[in-house]
């Protein structure tokens, strides 16, 4: 007997068949090769596919769309009994893309299907995809490349380093994002980019969006979605999750969700696999980098007779946000560099919103030294940067009784953005800002803390750390600069005691110890007892109070 159920995916709503194998499992060979002429995957001897490994994954097979319409291949045999009804509604409320539609029908249900096309057309053949695996890929705030590398990159890194696909060939990504006013970025290519696919990225819109001709996929993967099983109600839920899962999870998320700071090598695994896989694209990509560093001298007013050997000068990359945690004084620190000329230390503005192509997005990272900005998603990119280099965060000046005490300036312990350099061979620096940072209520420095705090939530949008614009003293950026960049010892006593000195948590350092190379971590002690659950109610009352 058959017993249906019903899934929830975000609002994707199935009436599923429980003992449906071709959900979740390929059809057996025999059947598929009934289809002629797709691309199969060549089984055997192969541990499977990562989606069939991560309980975040589900897929469905052999599925096509024409004319806003999605339907099952019925010329597959013995399917016409044992498909699910699919149904996708976007979630109320304004923040949630509508536009996205997806729906398929049991085929008891099937209504004609449009352009001439049934359901068990043989016709069908010629709307397959030469790319057998499609995959939609979803996160919780996949729309911030910080949290989508996060979230989303290290998990598939780890489970496709684990189940490669034969050839690139065989899969295509499409970014499922949430948010109405989200749309896939470079970055979010660049990234996908470091992993086993057929180059041709795009967004699930993309994908359900009503098309005139038809198209056929061998299989339809999701990735991203939690399940739940109701067993009285004979329901199963599909629900958005957090981060695509991990073989080890508690490794890669450990550290972000403030969890122990143990050795964890996949921040490096992918890391070296993006670097790698660039370079195999692109033989010339290394060529480029130092006629862009070049350039990138050139801009700054270095004559070309006294550039020499391009790789001794030291490139500081400041970090040039044009919207929210604007650097106001940038142009000042920039300056400050100016005393380094002789020692062949520059320092630039960075903006990655400027950067119009991958390839400008690779070339802008990889040809620093040093990349200093506040705390941010635009570290991500800092991953590009080569072995040995620094990744310094600004952390905001933050009073005790202010949203994002307990986790954006964290010194015993990694920033959230900054887990993405745990155990890595780069060099990732942190120093927490001082009041003199804040561009806010300066009208009276007679204030006492109280006056002052007043002040501060009476002007609550621009005081938040993650909305505020910053002051950095040039003499921080000196400082750094003096303290290592200019001093040629990557012992580890050595690195740990110039942080201690200059006032630089190191998070992360690749140092070497006698003959022997390693990451090694000096945290400074917590910065703040009030946990961040405590920041957050205040932060809530303050709200309601501004109401």
Not at 70 to 97: A, H, M, V
Request: with cysteine; glycine share 6%; aromatic share 12%.
């Amino acid at each position: 007997m058959m017993v249906i159920g019903v899934l929830t995916l975000c609002n994707l709503t199935v009436l599923y068949f429980l003992h449906n194998e071709y959900l979740y499992s390929g059809l057996p060979s025999a059947i598929e090769n009934d289809i002629s002429p797709i691309r199969h995957y060549n089984s055997s001897n192969h541990q499977g596919h990562f989606w069939e490994h991560e309980p975040k994954c589900f897929h469905i097979d052999y599925i096509c769309h024409a004319n806003g319409e999605w339907f099952y291949d019925l010329s597959i045999k013995r399917r016409q009994y044992s498909l699910p009804s699919i149904t996708y509604e976007s979630s109320e409320g304004g923040e949630f893309d509508h536009r996205i539609h997806f729906s398929v029908l049991s085929p008891p249900l099937l209504s004609g299907m449009k352009a001439g096309l049934q359901a068990g057309d043989d016709n069908l053949k010629q709307c397959y995809s030469q790319t057998p695996y499609h995959v939609v890929i979803q996160s919780v705030f996949n729309d911030m490349m910080g949290e989508f590398y996060i979230r989303s990159i290290l998990g598939l890194n780890q489970w496709m380093r684990k189940f490669p696909p034969q050839s690139d060939e065989d899969l295509q990504f499409y970014v499922h994002f949430n948010k109405n006013d989200a749309s896939i970025l470079d970055g979010h290519r660049m990234f996908l980019g470091g992993l086993p696919q057929n180059g041709k990225i795009d967004d699930f819109l993309s994908l359900v969006q009503d098309k005139s001709s038809c198209q056929c996929f061998q299989k339809l993967v999701f990735c991203g979605y939690s399940v739940s099983v109701d067993q009285e109600e004979n329901k199963l839920t599909f629900e958005v999750a957090e981060n695509i899962g991990h073989p080890h999870p508690e490794a890669t998320l450990g550290l972000y969700s403030g969890g122990p700071k143990g050795s964890n090598p996949s921040y490096q695994d992918f890391r070296q696999d993006l670097l790698t896989r660039y370079a195999e694209k692109d033989p010339m990509l290394h060529q480029k980098v130092r006629e862009y560093r070049l350039q990138i001298l050139l801009r700054q007013g270095v004559a070309l007779d006294n550039v020499g050997d391009i790789d001794e000068w030291k490139i500081v990359g400041l970090a040039d946000r044009k919207y929210r945690r604007i650097w106001l004084d940038i142009d000042e620190s920039t300056r400050a560099c100016d005393s380094f000329l002789l020692e062949k230390v520059i320092c630039v503005k960075v903006n990655v919103e400027e950067a119009d192509s991958v390839e400008e997005q690779l070339l802008m990272h990889m040809s620093l030294n040093v990349f200093m900005g506040i705390h941010g998603s635009q570290f991500t990119n800092a991953v590009l940067l080569p072995q040995q280099s620094f990744v310094v965060e600004l952390l905001p000046w933050i009073p005790d009784y202010a949203w994002g005490v307990g986790w954006a300036v964290r010194t015993d312990h990694p920033t959230p953005m900054g887990t993405i350099f745990h155990d890595t061979d780069l060099h990732h620096l942190g120093f927490v800002l001082d009041r003199g940072s804040v561009p806010l209520c300066n009208e009276n420095r007679t204030w006492d803390e109280e006056q002052e705090k007043k002040c501060f939530q009476e002007h609550n949008n621009e005081f938040r750390w993650d909305r505020r614009n910053f002051n950095v003293r040039p003499s921080i950026i000196t400082k750094f600069i003096s303290s290592f960049l200019l001093v040629n010892n990557t012992h580890c006593d050595s690195i740990q005691t110039r942080a201690s000195e200059s006032g630089f948590v190191l998070y992360n350092t690749f140092c070497s110890r006698g003959n022997e190379t390693s990451t090694e971590h000096y945290y400074m002690k917590e910065t703040f007892e009030e946990d961040d659950e405590e920041a957050e109610e205040e932060e809530e009352d303050e709200e309601e109070a501004e109401e």
